[in-house]
Nanobody, 123 residues
Framework: VQVVQSGAELRNPGASVKVSCKTS????????IDWVRQAPGQGLEWLGR????????KLARKFQGRVTFTTDTSSRAAYVELKSLRSEDTAVYYC?????????????????WGQGTQVTVSS
């Protein structure tokens, strides 16, 4: 199994960023893809999830309207786009795959993790 994310990004406030998560070695459409982030000195924060089988999404309320999840089943990839970036969005962003339909938010709920993508928002 491989879950490989795109490289580090530096953006100005107000800009957008799109992070990719490319997978192999497991049943892509049978696992939700969640996106979580970890800001410096903070714990994991859940952004939401997408179901690659039907494209259905669920976002944490604070990210609604600013975050978009997509998948490309032909290339087994998932993407997160974050708009109107603020300095508070500076964090390492992770994609994580789970076969379970429910999660308590524990890292142990996930079967596979990407290596993380540093997103830095600074002028």
């Amino acid at each position: 199994v491989q879950v490989v994310q795109s490289g580090a990004e530096l953006r100005n406030p107000g800009a957008s960023v799109k992070v990719s998560c490319k997978t192999s070695g497991y049943a892509f459409t049978e696992h939700f893809i969640d996106w979580v982030r970890q800001a410096p000195g903070q714990g994991l924060e859940w952004l939401g999830r997408i179901d690659p089988e039907d494209g259905g999404t669920k976002l944490a309320r604070k990210f609604q309207g600013r975050v978009t999840f997509t998948t490309d089943t032909s290339s087994r990839a998932a993407y997160v786009e974050l708009k109107s970036l603020r300095s508070e969005d500076t964090a390492v962003y992770y994609c994580a795959a789970r076969s379970s339909s429910v999660t308590s938010g524990s890292p142990a709920d996930y079967d596979y993790w990407g290596q993380g993508t540093q997103v830095t928002v600074s002028s």
